[in-house]
T-cell receptor
């Protein structure tokens, strides 16, 4: 079974803190993704990575950065947390299928509250 | 990614078939149709995907209209464990999740 794990299920941080969300996958997938999920807005892509040390901005990258130093690990960084970054954060990794589409595997999510 | 339109919610009874519709009238020739679902308190999980032909797997069937402007996810016998939010995505490459359809399954 593919496993995508996230470092915490629940996290509470203060405004202005630097926050690290860690994601690890065990299936040697090349692609990894960070989303946030908010009521009424669905899942929105923050950043993704197609390879080690490679990253691309998603739809809402402002206020976030990422790091991919090893293939299995993809970190999301909130440089200075703000209350509008309170959300559910979901990490995913993907397998590239024979038809060149992706089958994404998601972690359980981290519910981050910034106070 | 093509915009997709799904009903906000649907209901079904256990052990009955469920047909979840999705409209994607602006779909391009290279866009695949993907379905994911999200069970309560979990991340989304892959259900099925297809391009032009109908597809079947152990979880569901995907029926794609001939003009590809719409598709239907078919759960052949709904169980209580199928209660989830179902997302239809029309894209090639990265996925854009919309609001999805909340499926309620009654015992």
């Amino acid at each position: 079974d593919v496993k995508v794990t996230q470092s915490s299920r629940y996290l509470v941080k203060r405004t202005g803190e630097k926050v690290f969300l860690e994601c690890v996958q065990d299936m040697d997938h090349e692609n990894m993704f960070w989303y946030r999920q908010d009521p009424g807005l669905g899942l929105r892509l923050i950043y993704f990575s197609y390879d080690v040390k490679m990253k691309e901005k998603g739809d809402i990258p402002e206020g976030y950065s990422v790091s991919r130093e090893k293939k299995e690990r993809f970190s999301l960084i909130l440089e200075s947390a703000s209350t509008n970054q309170t959300s559910m954060y979901l990490c995913a990794s993907s397998l590239v299928l024979r038809d060149r589409t992706y089958e994404q595997y998601f972690g359980p999510g981290t519910r981050l509250t910034v106070t | 990614d093509a915009k997709t339109t799904q009903p906000n919610s649907m209901e079904s009874n256990e052990e009955e078939p469920v047909h979840l519709p999705c409209n994607h009238s602006t779909i391009s020739g290279t866009d695949y149709i993907h379905w994911y679902r999200q069970l309560p308190s979990q991340g989304p999980e892959y259900v099925i995907h297809g391009l032009t032909s109908n597809v079947n797997n152990r979880m569901a069937s995907l029926a794609i209209a001939e003009d590809r402007k719409s598709s239907t996810l078919i759960l052949h016998r709904a169980t209580l464990r199928d209660a989830a939010v179902y997302y239809c995505i029309a894209s090639y490459g990265k996925l854009t999740f919309g609001q999805g359809t909340i499926l309620t399954v009654h015992p």
